[in-house]
């Protein structure tokens, strides 16, 4: 059985840094692509980084861009998002999810698994 269980949410004063992690079991995670999404109260989920099976391609949304970065250790199982110079609008709870064929894209409907979230939240 596929789980994902994200962590490393928390409150961040603006400026600040937090670094997520998900970590991935009940599959071979270094044949995936893995995604990052977010969602804040009362807005759509939205797409927020793609990686591939090796990391040797990513995508990001352009809101995060030169701000966020995704990283993956497959010995780990364990993805990762560093987010640095957060802004209180990043506040969100912030997902995980894998996509079984590989795409490493931003549509969410690439995405067949799903971490629980972890809280994100950035005062000004």
């Known amino acids: 059985q596929v789980q994902l269980v994200e962590s490393g949410g928390g409150l961040v004063q603006a400026g600040g840094s937090l670094r997520l992690s998900c970590a991935a079991s009940?599959?071979?995670?270094?044949?995936?692509?893995m995604g990052w999404f977010r969602q804040a109260p009362g807005k759509e989920r939205e797409s927020v980084a793609a990686?591939?099976?090796?990391?040797?391609?990513?995508n990001y949304v352009d809101s995060v861009k030169g701000r966020f970065t995704i990283s993956r250790d497959n010995a780990k199982n364990t993805v990762y998002l560093q987010m640095n110079s957060l802004k209180p609008e990043d506040t969100a709870v912030y997902y995980c999810?894998?996509?079984?064929?590989?795409?490493?894209?931003?549509?969410?409907?690439?995405?067949?698994?799903w971490g629980q979230g972890t809280q994100v939240t950035v005062s000004s």
């Open positions: 990686i591939s099976w090796s990391g040797g391609s990513t």
């Open positions: 009940g599959l071979t995670f270094s044949s995936y692509a």
């Open positions: 999810a894998l996509d079984p064929f590989n795409r490493a894209g931003l549509g969410s409907e690439e995405y067949d698994y």
